[in-house]
């Protein structure tokens, strides 16, 4: 047996305990106050806590701090200023501002000009209204605004038709459409090398977190700083579509001890340049033997994948489960991901570990709402809801669902703990004075075992029936309670993790390359690469784009990024505060109520097959 094989379940333990760490403090306090926890840092706030640069190299910094650089000002009120200027040459009083914008693009040409001298003689001093960059290195570069303008397309997630609203409603000229794309590749190269420096160093923080909760996986990496280690990643796929032609998909892989994106895959199904030579073959504007010619030298096409969606997502993760021992020295012999993942049966069909299994974990969220759909369709079909005590009503149906996801999350890395509290969550609503059922609550949360623990008599079920269950409607619960407890299952969801993450790195990834327009593979890139960037280190991760786009940072950008950041930490804290959870799970328990009680109101309306 391998070295590592022993190691990895060692590891696995480890770090599911590790995992539970977090969680495990958490307590449900009651059966009845389900859900709530005590506040933990949130995986945001760890990730940019632990960011290991400074935020502004401290030698910059009086530079980078310096005052505003920009100003957008009405023409008119320059001319009000200078209209009082005596003139150098005349004395005459009044000077005037006359713009020249020409094939400046965002920038402009200000000419100051006195309105009395004539002929050769007539004062005049011009300058641009924007620097340009590496203005040591060439006297023809860019000039910083329009670069600066380009960047904010990209943050604003638009195209080149953005800056045209820009000018349209400002009133002023806008880049050239090649200069556009001149400076769009600039901008790409370097968001794409942005992504690319912060996925190392999370595979280097990753290294380091599992050495620092495995003695073993420390003692290898001390002999080898390059051996191989495992761990276990959440996989999940995203598309980019436009009609039928052309669309892209992104593959992320997300650490799930750390939280940290670890790798990505893009696939595309379409190529720019090779489209526009097919269109001019077709019209005869390319010969058969030029395009060849022209096909032969094409070596960065962007095309590099066929066949569905669905294809692309197993595709993806095929490609980065066989590119992880030899790229980054690492296994991903965990994979999180959907239920419905196809992805997890062709990576282990490609065998990309001789010698070693890939084990599927189960994101708890579907479990969750299936716990949530057996309980609903039995409480109509079975007829148990209603009006009266111990009747499963809607509420009922939520507080129980949200039970079982706390027991699941609560218990993670503990199988045997996790069934005990899943069935104590259906047996503690069912007891009676007559008949307690309190033997599998925890007594941290059961208000009949705090009783007994500390000697009291307990006080009467009747002062604790809020969830109470009928012994005839809880009888009715307990095959789903089998069949959502069976081993097989919670095996799969022991370590209590979601895709959430996942979900939420898919949605600013398009958030930073809009569905609704027409981009080329480099821009999936570089919209991938900066949200995994200010996924894994926060907002500020655009500070060194910047930098490197030799555009001068100012106290303000510095201020928002941290501002950003600083929301966001403050936002996942308070997801995780006890006080918002509860009122988070009233709320959405009353809008569901709500729903159910007007779907049943309205009767059938709309299902599949229910057109014809
Ligand atoms: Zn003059
Ligand atoms: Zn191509
Ligand atoms: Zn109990």
Redesign the pocket.
């Known amino acids: 047996m391998p070295k590592n094989r022993l190691c990895r379940r060692h590891l696995s333990k480890k770090r599911i305990s590790q995992l539970s760490g977090a969680r495990s403090s958490r307590k449900q306090s009651d059966?009845d106050n389900l859900g709530s926890e005590t506040p933990q840092p949130s995986a945001s706030a760890r990730k940019l806590l632990c960011r290991s640069e400074p935020l502004v190299n401290e030698e910059d910094d009086s530079r980078s701090r310096a005052s505003q650089k920009w100003l957008l000002v009405h023409i008119a009120r320059l001319n009000e200023l200078v209209s009082e200027l005596v003139c150098p040459k005349c004395a005459g009083v009044g000077l005037k501002v006359i713009i020249d914008s020409q094939n400046l693009g965002f920038c402009s040409s200000v000419l100051l000009e006195c309105s009395h001298c004539e002929g050769d003689d007539k004062y005049q001093k011009s300058v641009y209204t924007s620097t340009r960059l590496q203005e040591e290195s060439r006297g023809d570069v860019a000039f910083d605004v329009n670069v600066r303008m380009v960047l904010l397309a990209h943050e604003l997630g638009m195209g080149y038709a953005a800056l045209k609203k820009i000018s349209k409603v400002l009133g002023i000229p806008t880049l050239h459409l090649k200069t556009y794309q001149r400076h769009d590749r600039k901008v790409t190269v370097a968001e794409v090398d942005r992504g690319l420096a912060s996925l190392q160093r999370s595979r280097e923080q990753i290294r380091q977190a599992y050495a620092d909760i495995d003695p073993e996986v420390a003692q290898l990496l001390s002999e080898d700083e390059e051996a191989v280690i495992n761990i276990g990643v959440s996989f999940d796929g995203t598309w980019h579509k436009r009609g039928f032609t052309f669309n892209y998909g992104i593959g992320v892989c997300i650490d799930i001890l750390t939280g940290l994106v670890i790798d990505y895959e893009i696939l595309s199904t379409y190529c720019h340049a090779c489209a526009l030579k097919i269109i001019a073959k077709r019209e005869g504007k390319l010969t058969a033997e030029e395009y060849d010619r022209w096909r032969k030298s094409h070596t960065d096409c962007a095309k590099n994948f066929e066949g569905s969606s669905k294809a692309m997502e197993q595709e993806a993760a095929k490609r980065m489960w066989a590119r992880s021992i030899r790229c980054y020295q690492m296994r991903y012999t965990e994979m999180l991901s959907d239920g419905d993942s196809s992805a997890f049966k062709e990576v282990v069909a490609s065998n990309p570990y001789p010698g070693y299994t890939v084990e599927k974990l189960e994101c708890i969220n579907p479990a969750h709402k299936r716990m949530g759909t057996a309980l609903r369709k039995i409480s109509t079909e079975s007829r148990l809801g209603g009006k009266g005590l111990g009747k499963l009503k809607a509420l009922k149906c939520k507080a129980l669902q949200n039970f079982y996801r706390g027991a699941i999350i609560n218990n993670s890395g503990c199988l045997d703990k996790m069934k005990t509290e899943i069935w104590?969550g259906l047996?503690?609503n069912m007891?009676t004075d007559e008949r307690?059922?309190?033997t599998?609550?925890s007594p941290a949360?059961?208000?009949?075992?705090q009783a007994e623990e500390s000697g009291l008599p307990p006080e009467s079920h009747k002062h604790h029936n809020k969830n109470f269950l009928a012994h005839e409607v809880g009888k009715k619960l307990i095959p789903i309670y089998h069949r959502m407890s069976s081993d097989s299952l919670l095996k799969r969801m022991q370590h209590g993790g979601t895709q959430n993450a996942n979900e939420c790195l898919n949605s600013v990834i398009w958030s930073r390359c809009p569905k609704t327009v027409f981009v080329g593979k480099g821009r999936v890139e570089a919209a991938a690469s900066m949200a995994i960037a200010t996924f894994n280190e926060g907002a500020t991760a655009m500070l060194s784009v910047m930098e490197k786009l030799w555009l001068q940072t100012t106290a303000i950008t510095i201020d928002t990024c941290e501002e950003a950041d600083a929301v966001r930490i403050a936002k996942a804290s308070r997801f995780q505060s006890a006080h918002i959870k509860q009122r988070r799970l009233t709320m959405s328990n009353a809008k569901k109520v709500n729903r159910h009680k007007q779907e049943r109101e309205e009767g059938p309306t709309y299902g599949a097959g229910m057109a014809i």
């Open positions: 059966a104590a047996l503690h007891s307690p059922l309190h599998r609550c949360w059961c208000w009949y075992r």
